[in-house]
């Protein structure tokens, strides 16, 4: 089993939806997790971040962490094509540095 | 400010030739890590180095070789190229190892070996 799991996709959407991405993880000790958007040809940057439990909303985007289901979201509000990109949760544990990534999924948001 | 540069952008190799993948930052940053991604997997950690120096083994070290003698530059030695090393390959950098320090790619090499 993966430590993170992320659907692939791709996720077509008209422009104006709402957008949802999701991960699901197994190890427990991730406490930090963040979502990176990464357009085609080019390298991830950082979205957004969050440490606990609960919402964190960033203009359009909102990352939503539930510990208890080892699960996390990323929603996209009135969604862009300039949002069409593959967008990778990742997710760090208190006692390393490593990042452990999804695999990432891919959006087509349709003008 | 151009952050974090990697050269060659694009590359064909056939098996068992090597070449090293440059990576340079100019964020003065102490941390740098090269990933490679291959599709439908996440980045996987292949080196990663906490200073000039200093490097260390990541999740999928084998078939590569680093090393760090300045702040800026962290290459990325293939010695006898693989077909199963074909991929995109990212170097990062951040100020420190704190999960809370963002990272910050380069553009990427993308390399098939043939």
């Known amino acids: 089993q993966k430590e993170v799991e992320q659907d692939p996709g791709p996720l077509s959407v008209p422009e104006g939806a709402i957008v949802s991405l999701n991960c699901t993880y197994s190890n427990s000790a991730f406490q930090y997790f963040m979502w990176y958007r990464q357009y085609s040809r080019k390298g991830p940057e950082l979205l957004m971040y969050t440490y606990s439990s609960g919402n964190k909303e960033d203009g359009r985007f909102t990352a939503q962490v539930d510990k208890s289901s080892k699960y996390i979201s990323l929603f996209i509000r009135d969604s862009q094509p300039s949002d069409s990109a593959t967008y990778l949760c990742?997710?760090?544990?208190?006692?390393?540095?490593?990042?452990?990534f999804g695999a990432g999924t891919r959006l087509f948001v349709k003008a | 400010n151009a952050g974090v540069t990697q050269t060659p952008k694009f590359r064909i190799l056939k098996i068992g030739q090597s070449m090293t993948l440059q990576c340079t930052q100019d964020m003065n940053h102490n941390y740098m890590y090269w990933y490679r991604q291959d599709p439908g997997m996440g980045l996987k950690l292949i080196y990663y180095s906490v200073g000039a120096g200093i490097t260390d083994k990541g999740e999928v070290p084998n078939g590569y070789n680093v090393s760090r003698s300045t702040t800026e530059d962290f290459p990325l030695r293939l010695e006898l190229a693989a077909p199963s090393q074909t991929s995109v390959y990212f170097c990062?950098?951040?100020?420190?190892?704190?999960?809370?320090?963002?990272?910050?790619f380069g553009p990427g090499t993308r390399l098939t070996v043939l």
């Open positions: 990062a950098s951040a100020s420190s190892g704190r999960s809370t320090d963002t990272q910050y």
């Open positions: 990742a997710m760090v544990d208190t006692g390393g540095f490593k990042t452990i």
